[in-house]
Antibody, heavy 120, light 110 residues
């Protein structure tokens, strides 16, 4: 059974750095083809793909946010971490982590999401 | 990586069929048969309804079907039911391990 769960602060101040952790089970990021992505959704708005890390530790980012994002993994802990620098109120959103199996390139399992509010 | 274009809203009566379009470019939808569709109820995580343009995951009703022509993908819901009222998002693989989502469509069951 594949599960993912996001954790991190609910509130951050403008200009701070956000660090989110995705803890997953039911698959291993050391298995060829496995990937984990981060996706966000501002309140009342559409989903936005942010970043992906694969089994081979290759990392890919949204073009528009590339300079602010860093994705990393700890395979032994079954965790993926996303950091986003210089947070702004427009970054207020629910942040999801999700699994992708390379080749089929389908986001098949999602976490429940964590709401991050950026406010002073 | 511009968002795929979807109609903001689509509505239908119970039992009717509706179709949601998802228009991209030759760099995403048009290049790959890797379009998926997600259903999202308020306050919930998205749920995979269609993958690889027209395939249904186990457990998803066969009232949901997908297709693609050129740069536009479509999701059809037949026999519309009250429980189908939700937001729907398309998503396309865009090459180099990147993805792009649609603008989202609110489906209302009249």
């Amino acid at each position: 059974q594949v599960t993912l769960r996001e954790s991190g602060p609910a509130l951050v101040k403008p200009t701070q750095t956000l660090t989110l952790t995705c803890t997953f089970s039911g698959f291993s990021l050391s298995t060829s083809g496995m990937c984990v992505s981060w996706i966000r959704q501002p309140p009342g708005k559409a989903l936005e793909w942010l970043a992906l890390i694969d089994w081979d530790d290759d990392k890919y980012y949204s073009t528009s946010l590339k300079t602010r994002l860093t994705i990393s993994k700890d395979t032994s802990k079954n965790q993926v971490v996303l950091t986003m620098t210089n947070m702004d109120p427009v970054d207020t959103a629910t942040y999801y982590c999700a699994r992708i199996v390379g080749g089929g390139w389908t986001i098949d399992y999602w976490g429940q999401g964590t709401l991050v509010t950026v406010s002073s | 990586q511009s968002a795929l274009t979807q109609p903001a809203s689509v509505s239908g009566s119970p039992g009717q069929s509706i179709t949601i379009s998802c228009t991209g470019t030759s760099s995403d939808v048009g290049s790959y048969n890797l379009v998926s569709w997600y259903q999202q109820h308020p306050g919930k995580a998205p749920k995979l309804m269609i993958y690889e343009v027209s395939k249904r995951p186990s457990g998803v009703s066969n009232r949901f079907s997908g297709s693609k022509s050129g740069n536009t993908a479509s999701l059809t819901i037949s026999g519309l039911q009250a429980e189908d009222e939700a937001d729907y998002y398309c998503c396309s693989y865009a090459g180099s391990s990147t993805f792009v989502f649609g603008t989202g469509t609110k489906v209302t069951v009249l």
